[in-house]
């Protein structure tokens, strides 16, 4: 009967742990565990120290199994295809703004010394060189670095 026993608790506990995956909140992971380990100290209590050791090792062993099989099965599951990327970034628009330098736009919000500014009929994030410039000023990009617009006042 005993040996019935810790087998429920240790699929319990299996079946448990993979439904974290499912409804996430740490609560089922700690249920999971907590069946492993009434599973092991069943197996201490009416067996030996040696089976008892053996039977961690097989539930290290398993615990391990699941991660290797749930990194492997989880990318093709309807679950997995929301949790993981499917296509690779293939642009860096740090580059594509490097074409907007020289080009004129006016301030959309008073610019302190960030704000919005519309330059080729685009909104983008702007910063000036330290001046404030009010709301409506033509501005002229001078600088482009990575995701970050340098303006300046045009004339």
């Known amino acids: 009967m005993k040996l019935g026993a810790v087998i429920v608790l240790y699929i319990a506990g299996c079946l448990l742990v ?9 609560v089922l992971g700690l249920l999971g ?24 090792c097989l539930e290290i062993l398993g615990v391990l199994a699941a991660l290797f099989a749930g990194m492997k099965l989880l990318p093709a599951t309807r679950a997995g295809k929301r949790l ?7 642009a860096h ?7 907007l330098i020289g080009q004129e ?3 959309l919000t008073t610019l ?18 330290g001046v404030f410039m009010d709301k409506g000023t033509r501005i002229v990009v001078v ?13």
Do not use: C
């Open 18 to 26: 993979a439904s974290e995956i499912y409804l996430p909140g740490g």
């Open 112 to 129: 302190r010394p960030t704000g919005t500014a519309d330059i080729g009929n685009k909104r983008y994030s702007v910063v000036t060189d």
């Open 84 to 90: 993981v990327l499917s296509s690779a970034v293939s």
């Open 33 to 56: 565990l907590a069946a492993y380990v009434a599973a092991a100290v069943l197996v201490f209590k009416t067996w030996s120290i040696s089976s008892g050791v053996f039977f961690l």
């Open 143 to 155: 600088e482009a670095d990575s995701n970050r617009l340098v303006v300046r006042a045009a004339g």
């Open 93 to 99: 628009e740090g580059d594509s703004l490097k074409s």
């Open 105 to 107: 736009g006016v301030a």
